[in-house]
């Protein structure tokens, strides 16, 4: 008598909104390319659903699913179990269901940030945290893991601006003198003597205003990612490559970050490489 077929493996990707999303078309990719039976959908949920969606998901059949902007703070609050560094960072990009029951949570942004900054074309093999002064934009999840990667790779200087200072006021709490905050007019002394300036806030993304920010103070060579990744090449970008600044846009960043939640899911760490990348600029 035949055996059944196993049933597909079941991931996906919750945020709201989610229309954006390239993990769907980045995940599709590596399943096929590791002829692994599977899929990967998008999600849209609200705030006051996710609680019930992620406690469905053992329910479901999920492998695991990938957590995006608004809800990577509160589902740390929902999961069974959390990794000492998304405990660290305050916040969770990745749940693992454990024994098909237990919803365990990771942050793997942290690692994709560094992987992208030491990596892409642009910087590749040349650039160091602890070389320079680093600027953070914004103070949320995408900040807690940055700053949270920046200290781990041996960033001895940081300063984070913020529209109000007590989000980023309590990340200098976790991480003491390093940190240093400042609000928004700030900008105007600090740009010209960063080494490395990071946007970690959604503002420039497809749909969100713009991004204040003073262009002219920037310097040439200053490395300058953006993790927006709709526009890929974001008005930030844009003025600094005039500015012949070293640019990074966010794809790097978000592909890197896949890889390691595909390994969590099904312990292969998926490669980087030129025919993803195509695959995702095609869409």
Partial sequence: MDSQPRRPFLTGVIGEPIGHSLSPLIHA???QQHQIVGHYVPLEVTRSDLAAVVNLLPR???????ITI???????????????????IGAVNTLTILDGEKIHGHNTDAYGIIQ???????????WKAEDGPI??????????????????????EIHIVNRTREKAELIKK???????????????HLVSKMQTII???????????SLPFPYDELVAKTVVLDLVYAPLWT?????AKKRDCTVINGLGMLLHQAALSFKHWFNILPTVDVSLREAVLSK
């Fill in 199 to 209: 946007n970690t806030t959604s503002l420039g993304m497809e749909g969100k205003q």
């Fill in 116 to 126: 992208s900054l030491k990596t892409e074309s642009q910087v590749e093999g040349t």
């Fill in 70 to 88: 608004p809800h990577k703070e509160s589902v740390l609050k929902i999961c069974d179990s959390v990794s000492d560094q998304a405990a660290l």
């Fill in 29 to 31: 990719h590596w399943l």
């Fill in 235 to 239: 008005e930030l970008l844009r003025e």
């Fill in 135 to 156: 600027l953070v934009l914004g103070a949320g999840g995408a900040a807690k893991a940055v700053v949270f990667g920046l200290i781990s790779d041996g960033a001895k």
């Fill in 60 to 66: 479901m059949g999920f492998r695991g699913v990938n």
């Fill in 174 to 188: 976790e991480y003491g003198t390093r940190i240093s905050v400042h609000s928004r007019p700030a900008l105007e």
